[in-house]
């Protein structure tokens, strides 16, 4: 770890400009709720007017929902070393039932802060520590058991709907905003998202809001079934050093192109620190998995972890202020045969380090044996469980095998003791699965784990793309998000080959916001075909400039336009350039439009039909034709 | 056109070495049929031993289905100013009910080989037409309804394979070969693919083998719902000149990856020419839409077309040797009106230039009128109709809609009024489909075209992702093609930007195997998880060249893993140095099967659950782990 201060004042005490670059022809806007310290933030892309034979027509704004944090906040000064602004701590301190402490009541972490040699590495604006008061709990789902609306809970209401309350009113978005039916497979999709609902659905257990209260930065989001499919992406240092400002660039990097929430997966010296510099600026969850560190601590010998030291991590890592845990409390010592026959064993790592930890000491897995002193830790910050799937199939010979399920089953049983703590909970599943076999590990999830959020990796549905994997998963994840998983873990390029760099971070990134918007799209979720409207009719009007700023990443597609039309003229002209002029079928629409106009052909073929109704829309608005210039056929 | 003879001898008559570079570790093989003169070409990939503490034990070699033609056949001298060997020619002279013509039969045809000054441009050694003797039909599916069994039949049946059969009689494939039941909507997958199988497909409508009597070089492949899943790319100058020479590269190119048949989408000049260059060099089907010269023929003005024109442009295109021809015959007038409320109105080119003309004239599409006339064509060649989609969706808006199935219902009366001929079809499909709609695309196909197998572009699952449309089509078409798609028409990601290069060309067919692949597991196509399975055991095995080797795309998993592990003793080290030794849970494997196997712990812990059989595997196998090192909680 070679940052210090110094560098960090000079090199990273801002982001670079790629990641705290507004985003082209958009405004951060923030909708207030029911008190003026609920700001929810929402990005808003302005369109041009459309051209028609010289009338101009405006076309309204399109406001979608922003991961992006404070970062394209050109109100914001981004300074890391002060970290982000606090959006909770308010709301935090007025429930009263919580408590600065005088500094880490964990061991590690009070070491850590003591240790004058890693002064040149510690974030500067160190916070005390809060915990919930002794005998109280302060989960979002134990105040929503109680029946109350936090502002948690309103600030999500709100970021979920996305101002589609107010367009639906306003005539110029009527158009927009028409959508087929979606199939939800069970879901349950109100026209407009309530705090109420907000609140009912985590008291059901079926969605949580991951938010420690010592992650006050956090702009809150919530996940489950009934709501916008997320996306998790993945950072950590690993073997290869990387430094802290690196990790950080990457978070906001994350945040930049759509990752809802965060996980710190780091492996190398000083994650303390680092974790540290992460959660003061992270404006999304931040989750970690604790065993990695616990393993660190006793120098990866996995037989050498004991309860005291995994629950000393748990306590560092929750007075930070990390949002959700992955536990591997479903490896049972039973299910480890289970594995033998497999043809890629055990994939996962905490599953594999609990495994060994089990046969070890041929004993019951600790995680699952102090499971409910884990619920008393977590329920003190409001950390949520990730009930990790240690034995989550590596290939598609192993999916849906005993291990699997039988690990799923523990796990259900798990959420229910969870839940009687109040505790948040969701569950994470596979992996690598044929398509054929997705469905079912939805269904199981939702029947065993009473029908707590599901958090799934990819799946792969094949496993010979190396290089391609963000492709292979892709595909997975859009169905398993269409049948109901609330939360899909991205996949970059790098996957099973190397560390992913910050262009396979981005291209991850985009392929599961596709695969996430694809799912709400056929789930129905309302106002979710908004954009692809909007983009379609750029296209449709040759609005070049419009198609690049509606994209999930306007600065590819406008790179790729340049490839082939760099001229400024391209991106106004009304013909495409692909063609030529004869072949542009834009050019033939216009000529269809006026035979029908000038001829009513459209209309007096529409009456041979006897479709009165669409001859009069034909007479009104002319046969529209527009090319796919490169599909051509 | 700038390229000349002198051009091609220094630049093409050779391809590019990384076209015609062998695969790693692969053989191309060929097996013989029932006749010494059915060889069909395979890639074998040899695979490295299986390391296990200082004992070593061979993996076998697995057999994959090889599009890449002679082209990346070391036995072969490739020239381009020659063509590719004949692979057909006896078969077709055998028939005895073809006969050569003095030349070209078309107008446009006879002047374009007249005319000397294209004598620069023109294929040196072309060969005369062939057609049908007066009277004779010379289609595949003319053959196979009077019970006979073509060569070409026979050929693909063992294609289709890939020696399955062989390879169940050896144990060292037992476990290779185990695969999940698919899930096949009804399709109809034999345990073997026999010719009598080709053959009563083919009568039946349900496949087609694309083979014109002028194409002989080609290397005959099916296409059908109850075959593998095949996929289409894409090329053509368009408006952007690009060389004879590029055109040819670029076929040959996307045969290296994977493409199965290949649409030469040309709208330039001299196409007429670049056509020939391709056809003689093409190993795998070549189709075109003959709608396109045709228009340039009249300067583009689409009301000009006549019958006259197209018929003359039909058998020129015929007795060059294209496979098949795209035919927008279902555009009827009536339907037009119907676009008129769309949001993207008409995105076919082909589409537009027929509605325009049935608009101009106010009288129903001519190539319906015309249609039997067309089939009298196809079947002197044996061209096969692929009934384009000339009303096909430019957005989820438009998906499904009266137009577009209106015109489907049309292209199943018209695949009837074909099938009296005896002519080969296919359907063209979207386009742009929200998911939860692309299964009724793919139901009322079947229904209403009478099986004949389905060709889509996509679908796209949603509009807003410019610049990476072949993961929003490969979402789309893994789904539809797991329904019964027959074909896959590829997208790449400058799909609505601009033209792809090589680059785009190769991702948007990698895109396209993947869908291709995931189809085929789904309905559990026999012995479709064999190359899945070997490349998960020698990923448990840390044989990284094998893992490499057995890639879609092993430059670009073998480049991702070297920058990040460069050094060769990462592709052989049996740990990750990805997670360091601390870390690695290959490391933690052999660490839990010591202990398994000195402890019998799995045993005993097996009998304690009354798991006997499981216990004796762990007892000889140890419960193997292994880590997704990229993926970690």
Request: aromatic letters at 8%; a negative charge.
């Amino acid at each position: 770890m070679s940052v210090n201060k110094e560098d960090f004042a000079s090199q990273a005490s801002r982001l670079s400009e790629e990641v705290t670059r507004p985003f082209p022809n958009s405004t951060k806007i923030h909708v207030t709720g029911s008190r003026d310290d609920i700001r929810v933030p929402m990005r808003e892309i302005t369109q041009s007017p459309t051209q028609t034979s010289g009338q101009s027509e405006p076309n309204p704004s399109i406001v979608v929902y922003d991961t992006s944090g404070p970062f394209t906040d050109p109100a914001q000064e981004v300074d890391l070393l002060r970290g982000m602004p606090d959006v909770r701590g308010p709301w935090i301190e007025e429930r009263g039932d919580t408590e600065w402490l005088a500094g880490p009541s964990s061991e590690y972490g009070a070491r850590r802060q003591g240790d004058p040699d890693l002064a040149h590495l510690r974030f500067e604006h160190l916070r005390r520590p809060r915990r919930a008061r002794p005998g109280m709990n302060v989960t979002q789902m134990h105040y929503a058991r109680r029946g109350i609306v936090t502002p948690e809970m309103e600030y999500v209401a709100i970021r979920e709907n996305c101002r589609l309350g107010a367009l639906r009113g306003d005539p110029r978005y009527a158009d927009l905003l028409r959508q087929h039916p979606g199939n939800g497979f069970g879901a349950n999709l109100p026209e407009e998202i309530t705090p109420e609902f907000v609140r009912s659905e985590i008291a059901a257990g079926r969605a949580i809001i991951p938010a420690n209260i010592n992650h006050p930065e956090v702009e809150p989001m919530i996940i489950g079934r009934n709501f916008r499919v997320k996306i998790n992406t993945n950072i950590g240092n690993s073997a290869v050093t990387s430094s802290i400002a690196e990790e950080v660039e990457k978070m906001a990097w994350s945040a930049r192109w759509g990752g809802d929430t965060l996980m710190d997966l780091s492996t190398g010296k000083n994650i303390h620190e680092t974790r540290e510099w992460i959660l003061r600026n992270a404006p999304m969850p931040i989750g970690t998995v604790p065993i990695y560190q616990a393993l660190e601590k006793v120098d990866g010998k996995a037989e050498a972890l004991t309860w005291e030291i995994m629950r000393d991590t748990l306590i560092e890592q929750a007075e930070q202020g990390v949002d959700y845990f992955t536990i591997h409390a479903g490896v049972l010592l039973r299910y480890v045969p289970l594995t033998a026959r497999r043809l890629t064993g055990i994939v996962s790592r905490g599953g594999s380090i609990l495994a060994k930890w089990c046969l070890a000491h041929h004993r019951e897995n600790f995680l699952y044996t102090h499971f409910e002193e884990i619920c008393e830790i977590m329920k003190a910050y409001d950390v949520a469980f990730s009930l990790g799937d240690g034995l989550r199939p590596g290939s598609l010979a192993d999916a849906n095998d005993a291990a699997q399920f039988g690990e799923l089953e523990t796990l259900g049983e798990l959420t229910r003791v969870a839940w009687e703590h109040d505790v948040q909970v969701m569950i994470e599943g596979p992996g690598h699965v044929p398509m054929q076999m997705i469905e079912e590990n939805m269904t199981k999830e939702l029947k065993d784990c009473h029908e707590a959020p599901f958090y799934t990796l990819g799946p792969i549905v094949t496993d010979f793309a190396p290089g391609y994997d963000h492709i292979t998963s892709a595909i997975g994840a859009a169905q398993i998000g269409w049948y109901g998983t609330a939360m899909l873990c991205y996949v970059t390029p790098k996957e099973h080959l190397g560390l992913p760099d910050k262009e396979d971070v981005r291209e991850g990134i985009i392929a599961y916001k596709i695969a996430a918007q694809a799912a709400d799209l056929a789930k129905g979720f309302p106002g979710a075909q908004m954009r692809d409207n909007a983009m379609s009719k750029a296209r449709f009007e040759f609005r070049w400039e419009d198609q690049f700023n509606l994209a999930f990443d306007p600065d590819r597609a406008r790179a790729y336009h340049d490839q082939t039309m760099p001229a400024q003229a391209h991106k106004v002209a009304h013909f495409c350039s692909m063609c030529g002029p004869n072949f542009c079928s834009m050019k033939i629409t216009q000529d269809v439009r006026d035979y029908a106009a000038r001829k009513g052909i459209g209309v007096d073929l529409a009456m041979k039909e006897g479709m009165r109704e669409k001859a009069e829309q034909f007479k009104g608005e002319g046969g529209a034709i527009y090319p796919e210039c490169f599909i051509n056929h």
